[in-house]
């Protein structure tokens, strides 16, 4: 049975970059979590309720109640990865090994959440010279590639390259190079207990990429991709378990 109403998305972001550094506060006048949300609402519309929370947010914006109302969930952290408190680490966890869908964005490979729900280091190689990046799709029929031109071009962007320390993926959606000539596994999805996971990797702070259409239609993709079908229910037992860093 499909989800009753609207997919219900809350985008997460870190904040902390908007509030310090005023070249990202004027690419971002309403944060990074601003721009995805106003993407995410560009491309699907009525088929969606979206609501934004931040790092500084109480509870993170990721209470129990908060998250019950939350049907698919993206992340974006960088800077204050080890500032996310254990428990709503594992609060999250919990939830998506019960359905609820996850979003995992650029930096957002090396949190908390993401190293637990991975198993693995999810460290990567990386430098940032503003290089050309061509986002290319490997997997044509997947609904996340949906509309998306092949190659995406972002045309200044930073590096990242392999080897990127995760597990192999389910399904490999798109590959990036870089005019470094570097190579990277820039969409990558998962499926944990009972959620699906897209990890997608353009989206620095120091560059406008949430502004991008392509990118916006591939993350409106991947929330529909991501929804549980019925709905989020009780994670499974070995859910419990606690996380410990």
């Not at 609501?51 to 974006?76: M, Y």
């Not at 010279?129 to 190659?151: S, Y």
């Not at 972002?154 to 080897?163: A, L």
């Amino acid at each position: 049975m499909p989800i009753k109403g609207p997919i219900k998305v809350t985008v997460w972001g870190e904040n902390r970059h908007e509030q310090r550094e005023e070249e990202v506060r004027r690419r971002y006048p309403d944060g990074m979590h601003g721009a995805i949300a106003a993407g995410l609402t560009e491309h699907l519309g009525s088929r969606v309720r979206v609501r934004t929370a931040v790092l500084d947010d109480p509870e993170h914006g990721l209470s129990d109640k908060e998250l019950a109302e939350t049907d698919v969930l993206t992340w974006w952290g960088h800077m204050a990865h080890e500032d996310v408190a254990d428990e709503v680490v594992e609060r999250v966890r919990s939830r998506v090994l019960g359905g609820m869908g996850l979003l995992v964005l650029h930096s957002g490979h090396y949190s908390k959440l993401f190293r637990s729900l991975m198993g693995t280091t999810c460290s990567l190689n990386w430098r940032d010279a503003g290089e050309r990046e061509l986002v290319w799709t490997v997997a044509p029929g997947h609904p996340i590639a949906e509309g998306v031109p092949r190659p995406i071009v972002i045309g200044e962007h930073e590096t990242y390259g392999e080897p990127f320390g995760v597990p192999e993926p389910d399904e490999l959606v798109f590959i990036s190079s870089f005019g470094g000539g570097e190579a990277f596994r820039s969409g990558c999805c998962y499926r944990r207990g009972l959620g699906r996971i897209f990890y997608f990797s353009p989206g620095d702070q120091n560059y406008p990429v949430y502004h991008h259409p392509d990118v916006r239609r591939v993350l409106a993709n991947a929330v529909l991709w991501a929804a549980p079908p019925a709905g989020v229910g009780e994670p499974l037992d070995n859910a419990h378990t606690p996380v410990r860093w």
